[in-house]
């Protein structure tokens, strides 16, 4: 049941007006059924594997309590934990590199009847892999007591605005909103709708227009394609993955808060980031705090107890490039995905040179001048770096070949460009006003009205014309 379908709407009002008939403890039970009835719409074998690692997390955090073992037996349980998870994720994520080589080994043997080799990549589940992890983490490191509520762990887990894409939320910053008083007044109502309509207005005019505007020959033979094309083909690449993601997590928050449940804003203007230290606090913020905590963090800590000095040349390489790295691997398999992480590691380390000979400057105390140079900086970088992020390797080389052999000039296509313009002018109003993304209820209701009757009507020419794709970041 794809987010942004009438199926999908129909199925939120049905579990709305249940919801709003029951007091608070039913209504965390309602929302468990509703979740796992939601996953079971992907795939009937889904919440089987959600309900095992969400079984099997609950229990093991019980044994990381202090008053339950000593603090050996609880690294124990906490190791134990965190392999049984990563086990589960290695096993359906990236178990399918290794039936790909299995399956041909027997095919060159003559044995072609592979077909129960297949492993089905359950939907979302990078995503509760590492709210299950950060959740042990959590508890072993006495951030929070561990649950002794199943339904409300298994909500945390399961809530299905969140379970396919994030954001990836912390235990101890969710679970009490399951015990809070929840409140929908007509604030939050309005601001709830808001963030619907824009992010359906990002994922469908936006990210499906770009998509359906790239050709598959810049995937599959981008050597074919004037520069011109290649380089306006990679911006829409860009904007495309940003207002897919983006869309969604608007969506699926103003979902969330017609529940009366807040769920953490992901995306924050990233592209008018001004360092990449910037850039990762505004993208995929939830992913790139997990990463910040529970391995740069860790990581960075361990190396400056060895050496505390801040030329200590382990502790600048290390930290980022490991962390980048994983982040690649998290996102997917192939060499591609490494480049991509590598590159950003490399940005980062690059970041922290510069800056062990020059004092630290916040970007908003740079001369205005500076700071529209630095973002047009970062935004480029970035772009390089989704070009193997969206291409495999050879085809990413295929493309660096054609920049530097083709010497045509074509104009860019100017339906492109009209597309990125509105995702350029719907960032533009919310970063003028410190990155408020319902700033368009302040606006006068004339305004406001014509807003929505222009989004309604471009919502309707967009679906007539196509049919909108599942969002990307579902396959990670």
Do not use: C
């Not at 140079?373 to 295929?398: D, Y």
Request: aromatic share 16%; no cysteine.
């Amino acid at each position: 049941m794809n987010i942004v379908t009438l199926s999908f709407a129909a199925f939120v009002l049905v579990v709305l007006a249940l919801y709003y008939l029951l007091p608070r403890r039913p209504q965390n039970i309602l929302l468990l059924g509703a979740s796992y009835i939601f996953y079971a719409t992907w795939s009937i074998e889904f919440p089987f594997i959600l309900f095992a690692v969400t079984l099997v997390s609950f229990v093991l955090a019980q044994r990381l309590q202090p008053t339950e073992t000593n603090a050996t037996e609880r690294r124990r349980w906490l190791w134990l934990g965190i392999g049984f998870n990563l086990f589960v994720l290695v096993l359906f994520k990236y178990a399918g590199f290794f039936v790909d080589d299995i399956t041909a080994r027997l095919s060159s043997w003559g044995l072609t009847h592979t077909e129960g080799l297949e492993i089905l990549l359950p939907i979302g589940l990078s995503f509760y892999i590492l709210q299950a992890i950060s959740y042990l983490i959590d508890v072993s490191r006495k951030q929070l007591p561990a649950s002794t509520d199943m339904i409300d762990f298994a909500l945390y887990m399961a809530y299905f605005p969140k379970l396919t894409s994030g954001p990836i939320e912390r235990a101890r910053a969710f679970l009490p909103k399951l015990n809070a008083q929840r409140i929908v007044d007509n604030d939050q109502l309005a601001r709830s709708f808001t963030l619907i309509v824009v992010g359906v207005v990002r994922k469908l005019v936006i990210a499906d227009s770009l998509a359906a505007m790239i050709p598959a020959a810049y995937y599959n033979a981008p050597g074919t394609l004037s520069v011109v094309n290649l380089l306006t083909y990679a911006l829409a690449y860009a904007f495309w993955l940003y207002n897919d993601f983006a869309g969604y997590t608007s969506v699926v928050r103003g979902v969330s808060g017609l529940f009366g449940i807040e769920l953490s804003p992901n995306f924050q203007q990233p592209y008018f980031a001004r360092n990449f230290t910037e850039f990762w606090n505004r993208w995929h913020i939830t992913l790139s705090q997990w990463l910040r905590d529970y391995i740069y963090f860790p990581l960075s800590r361990a190396l400056i107890r060895r050496n505390p000095s801040r030329w200590n040349v382990w502790n600048i390489l290390l930290p980022p490039l490991v962390t980048m790295l994983l982040s690649g691997l998290w996102h997917g398999t192939g060499w591609h995905m490494v480049v991509w992480g590598g590159l950003h590691g490399l940005y980062l380390v690059g970041e922290r040179l510069f800056g062990l000979w020059r004092p630290a400057v916040a970007p908003q105390k740079q001369p205005r001048w500076r700071q529209v140079f630095a973002i047009g900086v970062v935004f480029t970088l970035v772009v390089i770096a989704w070009v193997p992020f969206s291409l495999t390797l050879p085809h990413a080389t295929e493309f660096a070949r054609r920049l530097t052999l083709d010497r045509t000039l074509h104009r860019p296509s100017v339906r492109v460009l009209v597309v990125i313009f509105i995702s350029l002018w719907i960032d533009w109003v919310q970063y003028r006003r410190g990155g408020n993304e319902i700033v368009f209820l302040r606006w006068p209701r004339l305004v406001q009205a014509t807003l929505l009757a222009l989004a309604l009507l471009a919502i309707f020419l967009v679906t007539q014309a196509t049919i909108s794709p599942p969002f990307i970041y579902q396959g990670f």
